[in-house]
């Protein structure tokens, strides 16, 4: 068996075919809507050859892997019961909820804006938060800020 997984999906990921890259058709699959895979991987090229339009001098995978790890979490918070009551527990992220969250975050960005073709708000998007601007970027900060003023309750982690 692989490493510790809980789905096949990990086992079974095969990496993409233009950047032969596990992350890059994980998000592929993420993106993907209704089982339109070949419409998932148009957008997500697309977008990749746009963000090499707007900055040359720069691999677009590697904006987009930076992108992924500047959105991730380090702490978030998980409701514990207790004695009745229920406190925000921050709690450290494991790196593969660390990767799903900010793949989450990306994609509900992108979906959250209207008006524009989808591959052109991935590139933005992507290039915000490389930069580390953007929608999803907010969506980190404010999970990190609320773990940060709920850490009185860090001794209920356990």
């Not at 790890?69 to 514990?80: G, H, I, M, T």
């Not at 900010?102 to 933005?124: H, N, V």
């Amino acid at each position: 068996m692989g490493t510790k997984s809980r789905t096949a999906s990990y086992d079974k990921m095969v990496p993409d075919v233009r950047f032969n890259s596990l992350l890059v058709s994980k998000f592929i699959n993420c993106l993907m809507h209704d089982g339109k895979k070949a419409t998932a991987t148009r957008i997500f090229y697309d977008a990749m050859e746009l963000i090499q339009k707007r900055i040359p001098d720069v691999d677009p995978v590697e904006v987009f892997k930076a992108a992924i790890d500047n959105v991730k979490p380090a702490l978030e918070v998980r409701s514990r019961r207790v004695g009745g009551a229920n406190y925000q527990v921050p709690m450290q992220v494991k790196p593969q909820r660390q990767q799903s969250l900010s793949i989450r975050w990306l994609i509900i960005a992108i979906r959250s804006k209207a008006g524009r073709p989808t591959f052109q708000r991935l590139a933005d998007e992507l290039i915000a938060a490389s930069r580390r601007e953007g929608e999803a970027m907010s969506k980190r900060e404010q999970t990190v800020k609320m773990a940060e003023a709920n850490k009185a309750f860090s001794h209920f982690a356990w």
